[in-house]
């Protein structure tokens, strides 16, 4: 029983080492005046993300979730563009995030510009 378990172990770490590794699925989000499009991002517990965030406006905006960005697990990279849970993204640019999405739940999505979120630039990310 001992010798099959010290055989056994190294070819299951062996297994998983050569795993591929997933594909990262890019989810795109449009931020306008006033609003994300979508407003609600579904993503799934576990799964690697490429969140694309385009701002196609005249005017700064930004994608602001502190839970979730304090949960998810972002790539080593693309820290420098996560500050407190608030990404800037300037008129006409595109932010590429890699992360892993954290645990199932729903968190709260804002622009922390001036009156942005009354006027209707807010959303949530639903991890299921
Ligand atoms: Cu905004």
Known sequence: ??????????LLVLAYSSAPAQAPATVQVQLAN?????????????RPYVLRLVNVSSGGHDFTAPAFF??????????????EGEIEVPSGQVREIHLTAPAAGTYKLKCTHSFHKMFGMSGRI???
């Open 34 to 46: 006033f609003k994300f499009t979508p407003s609600t991002i579904v993503l799934d517990h576990g």
């Open 126 to 128: 639903i991890v299921r």
């Open 1 to 10: 029983m001992r010798i099959i378990r010290l055989i056994a172990l190294p």
């Open 70 to 83: 304090a949960a998810a697990t972002v790539a080593p990279t693309d820290r420098r563009w996560v500050q």
